[in-house]
């Protein structure tokens, strides 16, 4: 009962405002045009009720309402999976929800690992040498001052005109923006460790292997955590906005291209959904993964 | 550096004058002296420091905050480098020894690794060095009886209490079995009763161990009682002011601190402290 009142309850009261907030704005934002095509057809009978059940349900409404929503959600997003056993692989169509979300799916988790792998060498690098440190963390820097947006479409042509297309491009733009949180965060924990704890490293005459090995990658576990987490958040952007000058093939990027072209906007909307859910559950796994690291490490609950 | 080798047998015959005459000297300090660069311009940290250490001694360093003990010890562990003087450490420079694993330090503060369990963190300079699996238990086992701790095996460091902590971290030192043991203010931050505690078992170690052992500290008491010599500093440039050969029996059981020999040690030690003080009038 307690749980129930501490954390169900406040979670939903959120989401009943959110949703309420939703169908006001919903109505608000779309009303005129109803209004325009009662007008037009010459229809002054209409009541309040027809105009609150005709907004919420239009084909292409300027806000859709969270029903409308949740019904192509569902249908494209969900449902497909449930065919899945009768139809096999053919149940997940180009014409789906979950088939985009795949593409961009793989595309992320494929350019998080490049990008944590070569976030942690590189941290490794810079901790190690001076000349490092002093070279290359200026160009990591410099090179997420650069709009994604600029650069994605010339990473796509210059890696197209070397035989790579589909996954990999996508991916690496992935890596671009994800190597980044790695690399700062992974530097800070390698120099985690207190001077004492060093030092006692160096009475033992140890290797900087073994200090690396010993003190260095234990102490930056926890910043290795924390970076992943925003690391797959912003891969999962890089591989959206890597989709869009494919000429919206596949991809979440691809369905919101295509969406916002025919103004398909509960397309859109429902795109958009599955790229936030998808999002949450990667930083929420590695929310539980970190749980069980740490856990073994013998943190204090 | 090429003296090295040429000078040790004449350093073995002057080391240790006091306590055990024919001792060979663990560490042996020559106008020893060590100047930081700071932005403040330089500070002189040591001058002119000289010191024998003779083996099986168990000798303390004892003086105000800046007066180099700390750094003195550091030095011997080859953590800092002097600028000034010949330091020789088992007859070898302090990295030479440093390199061959001869002294176990230990820190002011526990510096216990949190993921590791007790175990494991007496196992860590076993690990580094390359003890077999078999060994390595053995020897967990027999360190972590020697300071009491027996039974906390799996246990993290956040369970235990300061003083149970500071007494791994003793085991830690202990579980290579170097001959030298350097402590830098271990029981510092340490309450006076667990202090006293851990002091007496400090000394039964000590007598069971044979081990040379040099001791930081601020206490007067701590220092009397512990010590076969007392090293008296003073800051500004940090300098030994007076050398003090205790004159109590090895045996020393806690009631000893209320005999007049263990009360007039620790009056010449506090006339050290205030020759040494006079630069704050």
């Not at chain 1, 899945?84 to 595309?107: K, N, Q």
């Not at chain 2, 090895?250 to 007049?260: D, F, Q, T, Y």
Request: hydrophobic fraction near 45%.
């Amino acid at each position: 009962m307690n749980a129930f009142r501490h954390h169900v309850l406040p979670v939903l009261t959120i989401v009943l405002g959110i949703v309420i907030a939703w169908y006001v704005g919903s109505v608000a934002l779309n009303s005129a045009w109803q209004l325009g095509v009662y007008e037009r057809a010459d229809n002054t009978e209409w009541t309040i009720t027809d105009l609150w059940t005709d907004t919420l349900n239009q084909n292409r409404p300027v806000l859709p309402s969270p029903h409308q929503v949740a019904v192509e959600f569902w249908n494209t997003g969900i449902a497909p999976l449930g065919d899945l056993p009768e139809r096999g692989m053919r149940a997940i169509s180009p014409r789906t929800l979950i088939y985009h979300a795949w593409v961009t799916l793989s595309a992320t988790l494929l350019g998080f690992a490049i990008g944590t792998a070569t976030g942690i060498l590189l941290a490794v690098a810079i901790i190690h040498s001076k000349a490092m440190d002093k070279s290359v963390m200026p160009w990591v820097i410099a090179s997420q001052t650069v709009p994604i947006l600029a650069i994605a479409p010339m990473i796509i042509v210059v890696l197209a005109s070397i035989g790579l297309k589909g996954l990999i491009p996508k991916a690496l733009i992935s890596t671009y923006l994800s190597f980044f949180p790695v690399v700062v965060g992974m530097v800070k924990g390698f120099r985690a460790p207190e001077a004492i704890q060093l030092d006692l490293m160096r009475t033992y005459n140890a290797s900087s292997a073994q200090t690396f090995w010993k003190l260095r990658w234990p102490s930056a576990v926890p910043y290795l955590f924390t970076s992943m987490k925003v690391a797959v958040a912003i891969s999962l952007v890089g591989a959206i906005v890597g989709e869009l000058p494919t000429g919206a093939i596949a991809g979440l990027g691809a369905r919101l291209l295509a969406g916002s072209y025919y103004g398909q906007t509960v397309q859109i909307w429902s795109a958009l959904f599955m790229a936030a859910i998808l999002a949450a559950t990667l930083v929420g796994l590695i929310g539980v993964a970190e749980r069980r690291v740490t856990k073994r490490m013998g943190v204090s609950a | 550096m090429a003296v090295e080798g040429e000078n040790d047998d004449k350093k073995q015959e002057q080391a240790a004058p006091s306590q055990e005459k024919a001792a060979p000297s663990v560490v042996s300090a020559k106008n020893l002296s060590l100047t930081f660069e700071t932005n403040d311009g330089p500070v002189q940290a040591l001058s002119e420091v000289n010191l024998e250490i003779g083996k099986g001694e168990f000798v303390s360093f004892i003086g105000p905050s800046g007066c180099g003990k700390t750094t003195f010890l550091r030095v011997i562990a080859d953590l800092e480098t002097a600028t000034g003087g010949e330091i020789k450490v088992n007859g070898t420079t302090p990295r030479e020894a440093r390199r061959n694993r001869s002294y176990g330090y230990v820190f002011q503060a526990p510096a216990l690794y949190p993921w590791r369990t007790i175990a494991k963190n007496v196992a860590l300079p076993l690990e580094v060095m390359g003890f077999s699996q078999s060994e390595k238990r053995e020897r967990i086992r027999r360190t972590l009886e020697l300071v009491n701790l027996t039974g906390f095996e799996n246990k993290y460091p956040w369970q235990l209490s300061g003083g149970m902590q500071q007494r791994v971290s003793i085991a830690r030192a202990l579980s290579f079995d170097a001959d030298l043991l350097l402590m830098d203010e271990p029981f510092g931050a340490l309450d006076e009763i667990v202090r006293d505690h851990l002091n007496s078992q400090l000394l039964e170690l000590w007598a069971k161990t044979n081990k040379t052992i040099a001791f930081v500290t601020h206490s007067i008491p701590e220092a009397v009682y512990l010590s076969t010599k007392i090293v008296v500093m003073s800051p500004r440039p940090g300098r030994v002011t007076d050398v003090i050969t205790s004159t109590l029996p090895k045996e020393r059981p806690l009631e000893v601190r209320e005999s007049p020999e263990f009360l007039e040690i620790a009056h010449r030690v506090r006339e050290g402290l205030k020759a040494g003080h006079s630069y704050e009038e």
